[in-house]
């Protein structure tokens, strides 16, 4: 865990240093995703404690994923509060897709191209077709200010009978934190 001693950025008053927080966790574990259904497992879990402070970024990378038809896959990040965001949602056509690894961060300046390829990119979802009731712009910090710890999840869905594949590194979380000291 990495940590940053800073006077200007969290809103602490001028007696007090904001201190920065960032750590990952991971969940290694192969996902399969099922023809047309739910992944397996269903949800695939993180648990995250010893954070302190509250939420100021959150990164997601899911690793090695693989699936022949990409446009089916629906992923979404359900944080210990309650809160969701879709991080990738009717993406990359009909374009197969192997050993792909996706950075997610609302720092990155693209959303994911089709065809899918590896990089750092900004969750996505198909403005013409968003899952209800997500946004047409996801964003990571809709984690901002929450209780980073507890269970992180993300739930996996193919929504067509067209093809399936495999997430085989699993996945893992990039939470940054920060509080008055």
Known sequence: MSYIYSKSKCGCNSKKKCVSFTKT????????IN?????TPYPSNISVSGLKGTITKVTATIIDLSHSHPNDIQILLLAPS???IFLMNDIGF???????TLTLTDDAEDIIPSPIVSGTFKPTIDPDNPPPPAPHSPQ?????????NGIWSLFIFDNDGSGQGDIAGGWQITLTTEMCV
């Open 25 to 32: 966790f991971a969940n290694l574990n192969p996902i399969t």
């Open 35 to 39: 023809q047309g259904a739910i992944a």
């Open 140 to 148: 990571l910090s809709i984690f901002n200010s929450e209780d980073p």
């Open 82 to 84: 309650g809160s969701t």
């Open 94 to 100: 009909a374009i197969p897709i192997n050993n792909v």
